[in-house]
């Protein structure tokens, strides 16, 4: 399994041999294909952490800001220093190659 990249609360990794990235981030995993983590970038990139801080900033949660994972109720609770360890997990600058991929900057290309 190749270790695409690493924060002191994650870990990005390729599995050759299933085809998917698989996602550590605090006691969350997930196992996501090429496309399904192009997405999951694009949704933790987007989010607009202020906005939701003082939306929830009343609520009884520790974690004020929820990332939805899929459509199926569940969300994955972060703060806003875990938020930036994810963006930093998932959007860092470095190219990397991979087996049949170049990663550079949330962009995959096919080789």
Same mark, same amino acid.
């Given at each position: ?12 990794? !390729?599995? $050759? ?11 969350? *995993? ?19 952490? +202020? ?10 949660? @520790?974690?004020? +800001? ?7 109720? $569940? ?14 997990? +998932? ?8 087996? @049949?991929?170049? !990663? *550079?900057? @949330? ?5």
């Amino acid at each position: 399994m190749k270790c695409i990249h690493q924060t002191p609360n994650g870990r990005l990794r !390729f599995c $050759a041999g299933c085809g998917h990235y698989h996602l550590e981030f605090g006691n969350i *995993f997930l196992n996501l294909t090429r496309q399904q983590l192009d997405g999951f970038v694009k949704y933790v990139m987007d989010v607009d952490a +202020l906005h939701y801080l003082k939306l929830n900033k009343d609520s009884c949660n @520790n974690r004020k +800001l929820m990332l939805q994972i899929g459509h199926c109720g $569940a969300y994955f609770c972060v703060t806003n220093e875990e938020l930036f360890e994810l963006r930093e997990l +998932l959007g860092y600058q470095r190219m990397r190659v991979l087996p @049949n991929h170049i !990663f *550079f900057a @949330n962009n995959f290309i096919a080789n």
